[in-house]
């Protein structure tokens, strides 16, 4: 056995010697295959982390009708409170909202602010925050539905959650994964 294993390295190193073109590329083409596919599935595996720990602060904004009724309030309130779905629920009456507006405006627009005709452009709203975060394309469905069904209730005129760039950043993850599980399989 022993004789066996010392043939085999006296095979490799001739191999080496006459052919170390050869040698190196295949080892350079090994090499760098396998860095890419670990690059890309390291990439992709931070880039879910980030999706997930970004989703724990994903806010649900139902913007309500401008003649929305305190009782329509209060229902929706108890409706908000009450479901185990979320974690808080903010009511952001519209004078706090054009507060808000002028207190973040007011090194860009000061003379704007300072306008007397200056109306108040902002409904009133609810800041609602999920108790489940997103982590997964699963759960982008879940939020999508969740703020559908929000827009059917009565008195809420618009729902935004972000959207477009959670349902792009989500399937631009799910895709860079999937990928490189095909080449880390090939």
């Known amino acids: 056995m022993a004789s ?3 043939d085999d390295l006296k095979s490799f190193c001739r191999s080496w010697v006459h052919h170390t073109g050869m040698q190196l590329a295949t080892l350079t083409v090994l090499a760098s295959t396998f860095t890419v596919v670990v690059f890309v599935l390291s990439l992709s595996l931070n880039l879910r982390r980030i999706l997930a720990s970004w989703g724990d602060g994903v806010q649900i904004t139902a913007y309500l ?8 309030i209060q229902k929706l309130k108890t409706h908000f409170k009450t479901s185990k ?14 507060e808000n507006f002028r207190a973040q405006m007011a090194n860009y627009a000061p003379d704007l602010l300072a306008d007397a005709d200056f109306a108040n452009p902002f409904p009133a709203s609810f800041r609602i925050v999920l108790n489940k975060g997103i982590a997964t394309d699963k759960d982008v469905t879940v939020l999508e539905e969740t703020a559908a069904n929000i827009k059917k209730l009565d008195g809420v005129e618009d729902v935004s959650y972000g959207q477009s760039w959670i349902h792009n ?3 631009f993850v799910s895709t860079l994964y999937a990928s490189s599980g095909v080449m880390a399989l090939v």
Do not use: W
Request: zero cysteines.
């Open 4 to 6: 066996s294993i010392k």
């Open 169 to 171: 950043y989500s399937s």
């Open 65 to 72: 009708h401008d003649d929305v009724s305190n009782e329509t």
């Open 85 to 98: 779905e979320f974690r808080e629920v903010i009511y952001i009456p519209r004078e706090k909202a054009t």
